[in-house]
């Protein structure tokens, strides 16, 4: 039983198109997370969320929009695609706000032609 | 901002061989710095370390940090083929609520 899951594993689409990335977590934490991870294998925060209550907000294009329906589920949006988008998002938790430890979800592999 | 650096960036070794990976850090009201094991997909966590000095040891990997240089070492022993991966190194700072990642080491054990 997968504690962290996203899906879709892979997307493949064109420049200006809308997708969603969704994730949901077993795990019974208060805290979720976004992180991209570039070609580089940099991993870089770009939301978190704590009880539905959104806590970090990086200098992300208002292009994505993270949504948390409830403590267990966290989604990306994301709207009008780049080229510099293409990257894998990782769904992570952590069982309080205070981080500590972070369980990661597989990845989102998002290639933007 | 906060900062952590990992060196080498990327090393090839042999089977049996040892392996050390530095992660140096800056980071404001530091609490603990992590190390995370990243094979094909979702980084796995390794160690958690906030008291300086104190070895944390799980099988061959055995990790420890200097919080009074500002560095953390996580050594490899009698390496494996399925060591093989991208060790990530991570700080926590109660200010921000985040860990921020090094940009990894990638390690390549070859038989």
């Known amino acids: 039983d997968t504690a962290v899951s996203q899906t879709p594993k892979y997307l493949v689409t064109q420049m200006g198109n809308d997708k969603s990335i969704k994730c949901e977590q077993n795990?019974?934490?208060?805290?979720m997370y976004w992180y991209k991870q570039d070609s580089k294998k940099f991993l870089k925060i770009m939301f978190s969320y704590n009880n539905k209550e959104l806590i970090i907000n990086e200098t992300v294009p208002n292009r994505f929009s993270p949504k948390s329906p409830d403590k267990a589920h966290l989604n990306l949006h994301i709207n009008s695609l780049e080229l510099g988008d293409s990257a894998v998002y990782f769904c992570?938790?952590?069982?309080?706000?205070?981080?500590?430890?972070?369980?990661f979800g597989e990845g989102s592999r998002l290639t933007v032609l | 901002e906060d900062k952590v650096v990992q060196s080498p960036l990327s090393l090839v070794v042999h089977e049996g061989d040892t392996v050390t990976l530095n992660c140096s850090y800056e980071v404001t009201n530091f609490r603990s710095l992590l190390w995370y094991k990243q094979e094909k997909k979702a980084p796995t966590f390794l160690f958690m370390l906030t008291s300086s000095g104190i070895e944390k040891k799980s099988g061959r990997l055995s990790s420890i940090l200097d919080k009074k240089e500002l560095f953390s070492i996580l050594n490899i022993t009698a390496t494996q083929t399925g060591d093989s991966a991208v060790y990530l190194c991570a700080g926590d700072g109660s200010n921000d609520y985040k860990l921020s990642f090094g940009a990894g080491t990638t390690v390549t054990v070859r038989a």
């Open positions: 795990l019974g934490h208060d805290t």
């Open positions: 992570a938790s952590s069982q309080y706000l205070a981080v500590g430890e972070l369980f």
